[in-house]
T-cell receptor
Framework: AQSVTQPDIHITVSEGASLELRCNYSYGATPYLFWYVQSPGQGLQLLLKYFSGDTLVQGIKGFEAEFKRSQSSFNLRKPSVHWSDAAEYFCAVGHDSNYQLIWGAGTKLIIKP | DGGITQSPKYLFRKEGQNVTLSCEQNLNHDAMYWYRQDPGQGLRLIYYSQIVNDFQKGDIAEGYSVSREKKESFPLTVTSAQKNPTAFYLC????????????FGPGTRLTVL
């Protein structure tokens, strides 16, 4: 079955520290991968996406993600977090033959001052 | 500015009443989507539409109905048959391919009393 797993429900990091949010997927075809961010009570905003090519993808707000096919992972990273990064982060998987995205349950990022 | 609008932001209804949530986009996108978001469950697809006058059920369509009479508009009706309608509802649109970025509205929080 196709699925997306974000193993961490919550992550707490200190401001200025590095961040890695995990995303693992199970998908039959070559996946198209997305990371979105949601501030409380708001809609979702695309951070970055991977379709093909370079497996290290740069996104907005200083985020990057690396596609590792052998590990079925697409982890999101940021070298130094800011208090404004506190939000919920969602990983999603899709395919060009299918309009539906499969969504992870989300990881809530908490920033310690 | 181009974007997606959802109204109202907060909606309260009595149990047994139907309620319609509005979603309008001026991005000239062909595809539109309705998601339901509950805490800890990520996004679940209710309905999606690839083109005017056509729409498909998503994973949790029971108790919901939609229409797509205009390209810009994709209203969602939560009927009295929906057993647990209290949730955060998100509308999204994309240019048409399954791998295209989905752009989200700010959401409507529905509370059924």
């Amino acid at each position: 079955a196709q699925s997306v797993t974000q193993p961490d429900i919550h992550i707490t990091v200190s401001e200025g520290a590095s961040l890695e949010l995990r995303c693992n997927y199970s998908y039959g075809a070559t996946p198209y991968l997305f990371w979105y961010v949601q501030s409380p009570g708001q809609g979702l905003q695309l951070l970055l996406k991977y379709f093909s090519g370079d497996t290290l993808v740069q996104g907005i707000k200083g985020f990057e993600a690396e596609f590792k096919r052998s590990q079925s992972s697409f982890n999101l990273r940021k070298p130094s977090v800011h208090w404004s990064d506190a939000a919920e982060y969602f990983c999603a998987v899709g395919h060009d033959s299918n309009y539906q995205l499969i969504w992870g349950a989300g990881t809530k990022l908490i920033i310690k001052p | 500015d181009g974007g997606i609008t959802q109204s109202p932001k907060y909606l309260f209804r009595k149990e047994g009443q139907n309620v319609t949530l509005s979603c309008e986009q001026n991005l000239n996108h062909d595809a539109m989507y309705w998601y339901r978001q509950d805490p800890g469950q990520g996004l679940r697809l209710i309905y999606y539409s690839q083109i005017v006058n056509d729409f498909q059920k998503g994973d949790i369509a029971e108790g919901y109905s939609v229409s797509r009479e205009k390209k810009e508009s994709f209203p969602l009706t939560v009927t009295s048959a929906q057993k647990n309608p209290t949730a955060f509802y998100l509308c999204a649109s994309s240019s048409g391919q399954g791998t295209d970025t989905q752009y989200f509205g700010p959401g409507t929080r529905l509370t059924v009393l």
